[in-house]
T-cell receptor
Framework: KAGVTQTPRYLIKTRGQQVTLSCSPISGHRSVSWYQQTPGQGLQFLFEYFSETQRNKGNFPGRFSGRQFSNSRSEMNVSTLELGDSALYLC????????????FGSGTRLTVV | DQQVKQNSPSLSVQEGRISILNCDYTNSMFDYFLWYKKYPAEGPTFLISISSIKDKNEDGRFTVFLNKSAKHLSLHIVPSQPGDSAVYFCAAHGSSNTGKLIFGQGTTLQVKP
């Protein structure tokens, strides 16, 4: 079966702009989580959506938001981009946020200039 | 507050030998632990997991040990192969926080032929 698909793979944006990233989970998976990976902070949890509802949220400013659609596809949005938002953004899907069942996509590399 | 710690940034072992990667955690509410392998610019790949009710789980060359009293887990790879060279992350979550993984900083494993 198809894995977790993230688009686009690479993105370059200018400070102050906003960006939307997309994640298509494995078919049947209803939980989608988002993570930010940076060299200094490692992999940090952004938020999780389950059945179109945000179920968990990490410690990120309100500029970071997300949503999930009825087909479980998820988007995350970052507004008013800062240089420090440059990172690899990863999403993971699972059936219910179930133990051990998290499959990650290849990520979107965002560069803010 | 680093709830999951991997204190060794790197490890180098000879092909055929055992690789032991360590991870410590501070949150006693964690009840499930996972190990992921990651290559640059790719998403983490799930390796093996363990529930807090167990102290050992084995899958082929990979074994994870959990010492709850010490809040410590380790991943053993036997025998190590050059293809195992990657960054290894341990992660944890609590039953009330499914979908939210807390990651360690990662350990870079190099297996020399």
């Amino acid at each position: 079966k198809a894995g977790v698909t993230q688009t686009p793979r690479y993105l370059i944006k200018t400070r102050g702009q906003q960006v939307t990233l997309s994640c298509s989970p494995i078919s049947g998976h209803r939980s989608v989580s988002w993570y930010q990976q940076t060299p200094g902070q490692g992999l940090q949890f952004l938020f999780e959506y389950f059945s179109e509802t945000q179920r968990n949220k990490g410690n990120f400013p309100g500029r970071f938001s997300g949503r999930q659609f009825s087909n479980s596809r998820s988007e995350m949005n970052v507004s008013t981009l800062e240089l420090g938002d440059s990172a690899l953004y990863l999403c993971a899907s699972s059936l219910q946020g179930a133990q051990g069942g998290y499959t990650f996509g290849s990520g979107t590399r965002l560069t803010v200039v | 507050d680093q709830q999951v710690k991997q204190n060794s940034p790197s490890l180098s072992v000879q092909e055929g030998r055992i690789s032991i990667l360590n991870c410590d955690y501070t949150n006693s509410m964690f009840d499930y632990f996972l190990w992921y392998k990651k290559y640059p610019a790719e998403g983490p790949t799930f390796l093996i997991s363990i529930s807090s009710i167990k102290d050992k789980n084995e899958d082929g060359r990979f074994t994870v040990f959990l010492n709850k009293s010490a809040k410590h887990l380790s991943l053993h790879i036997v025998p190590s192969q050059p293809g195992d060279s990657a960054v290894y992350f341990c992660a944890a979550h609590g039953s009330s926080n499914t979908g939210k993984l807390i990651f360690g900083q990662g350990t870079t494993l190099q297996v020399k032929p």
